[in-house]
């Protein structure tokens, strides 16, 4: 699985490639000039190791490029601080995680959201929450705080009726059909996905599985405004706030966009997973 630690090196390396061949080098010519082997020029280019402060200086003083210091370090620390900062919220239990987020949920006008696997937080019901939770409770050792947790979710779902937000929300047909509990907690999420498809600021879109698709994604993500861009998994959140990379995933959803179904289509594959649910044994 590419996390988003890694692809966040990939991107950083693939900038860094951009540099050096913008100065006309090769990756042996560089790695002299900074004093270092070749082989290591390679592995931060393809994301398979995370440049260091002085390498970014020495990289990019080789390469004639003094300016893009400051912005380059600024990536590298964030990359840095995000894996510690998920894990120690994380480590506070999965109510302060959720309840960290409402204020940049308050803040926000517009959100654009992805996802490929499961429903998104703001239109779970209760018990998905809390299949959910119980989950992530398990796999990473955490204090059981699953019924605290569900309630700040459903808390913090008071943003879908409240100012003047807009909610423009992309998901895999996937996502109608992964299991998250039972098939009751399945089909009372799914009835709850076509309640909210109603809401006057929401705009639903489901990818079919077998339809054409104009974007080819590596993972989910959420757009908040045009400030930040959030991915979050297993073990890393990465809040991606450079306006060149925001503009990317800009115009990914666009694409995506043009992926989705809307209105009846959307609504007509969520009632087939809903009657496959009700056919199956047990």
């Known amino acids: 699985m590419t996390t988003p630690v890694q692809q966040a090196r990939e991107a950083l390396g693939a900038r860094l490639r951009e540099i050096r061949k913008d100065a006309n080098l090769t990756a042996r010519v ?24 002085q390498d970014i200086r020495s990289w990019c003083t080789a390469c004639g490029a003094v300016g893009q210091i400051p912005d380059l370090i600024a990536t590298v620390r964030h990359i840095e601080a995000m894996y510690h900062e998920y894990r120690r919220q994380m480590q506070a239990g999965l109510k302060h995680l959720t309840e960290s987020s409402v204020p940049l949920y308050q803040q926000t006008s517009l959100f654009r959201i992805y996802d490929t696997t499961v429903v998104p937080g703001l239109f ?129 959803f666009e694409l995506l966009q043009q992926s989705a179904l809307y209105g009846r289509e959307a609504r007509r594959l969520i009632g087939r997973a809903l009657r496959d649910l009700s056919v199956e044994p047990g």
Do not use: C
């Open 30 to 53: 560089l790695a002299a000039a900074m004093g270092t082997h070749f082989t290591k020029v390679s592995k931060i280019e393809n994301g398979a190791r995370s440049p260091t402060e």
């Open 124 to 252: 779970t019901t209760a018990e998905y929450a809390a299949a959910l939770f119980r989950f992530w409770t398990g796999f990473m050792g955490l204090a059981d705080d699953v019924d605290a947790a569900v309630q700040a979710r459903m808390d913090r779902q008071h943003v879908l009726y409240t100012g003047q937000r807009e909610f423009q929300v992309i998901v895999e047909e996937q996502v109608l059909r992964t299991r998250v509990g039972d098939a009751g907690v399945m089909a009372g999420q799914l009835d709850r996905l076509l309640a909210v498809m109603s809401l006057p600021r929401v705009r639903i879109g489901i990818i079919p599985a077998a339809g054409e698709r104009h974007s080819l994604t590596q993972g989910s993500f959420w757009m908040f405004d045009d400030s930040r861009v959030r991915i979050e998994t297993v073990s890393a959140s990465l809040t991606i706030t450079q306006p060149r990379d925001i503009a990317l995933y800009a115009r990914v």
